[in-house]
């Protein structure tokens, strides 16, 4: 069956430190990946989407990045946090229009 | 650009009473319609989809929804609801053939159900 693993499940990082979010999925081929992020009293922003290893699209441009060393690794970083980057990050895949959802990461830059 | 409107932020009810999240979206080209629900402490899952065909939904846990193309809308309604679907609550649009189908989401509605 189909997982997807997103670690870790809460962060709290000082303002200009590094970040990396690391996303697995099991059980499928060239998946689509994503990356969103829920902030506080809004609603889930895409940030990232891949289609395969190595190509990236951005949505909203950041302080924020993403890479796909691997087809079923996703991974969002940052080389300096800013306090705005404080939210809830969720990785996603999808098949064929159904997704999948990570159990998300919280992170609090402080 | 298209956006998904939820119009309420938080909804309280007591159990056994009718519940009606609206959903609206902007876009004029065919679509794909999601609720999703996230219970405190859990993950995001899918409540209902629509893609194609009857365009009322019934999804898992008694919930429906009804695409109306004309209003735009994607209506998620339950009969009685209980306690335990206390939760937040997002819809979702994607556009068909566009974006590699990626998810455009509302703002989320909150309902807590009282015992």
């Known amino acids: 069956s189909q997982t997807i693993h997103q670690w870790p499940a809460t962060l709290v990082q000082p303002v200009g430190s590094p970040l990396s979010l690391e996303c697995t999925v099991e059980g499928t081929s060239n998946p689509n990946l994503y990356w969103y992020r829920q902030a506080a009293g809004r609603g889930l922003q895409l940030l990232f989407y891949?289609?395969?290893?190595?190509?990236i699209s951005s949505e909203v441009p950041q302080n924020l990045s993403a890479s796909r060393p691997q087809d079923r690794q996703f991974i969002l970083s940052s080389k300096k946090l800013l306090l705005s980057d404080s939210g809830f990050y969720l990785c996603?895949?999808?098949?064929?229009?159904?997704?999948?959802f990570g159990s998300g990461t919280r992170l609090t830059v402080v | 650009a298209q956006s998904v409107s939820q119009h309420n932020h938080h909804v309280i009810l007591s159990e056994a009473a009718s519940l009606e999240l609206g959903c609206n979206y902007s876009?004029?080209?065919?679509?794909?319609l999601f609720w999703y629900v996230q219970y405190p402490g859990q993950h995001l899952q899918l409540l209902l989809k629509y893609f194609s065909g009857d365009p009322l939904v019934k999804g898992i846990k008694g919930f429906e929804a009804e695409f109306i193309k004309s209003k735009f809308s994607f209506n998620l309604r339950k009969p009685s609801v209980q306690w335990s679907d206390t939760a937040e609550y997002f819809c979702?649009?994607?556009?068909?053939?566009?974006?590699?189908?990626?998810?455009?989401f509302g703002k989320g509605t909150k309902l807590s159900v009282k015992p």
């Open positions: 996603a895949w999808s098949l064929t229009g159904r997704y999948t």
């Open positions: 979702a649009v994607s556009l068909y053939g566009g974006s590699q189908g990626n998810l455009i």
């Open positions: 876009y004029g080209g065919t679509v794909n």
């Open positions: 891949s289609v395969g290893i190595g190509q």
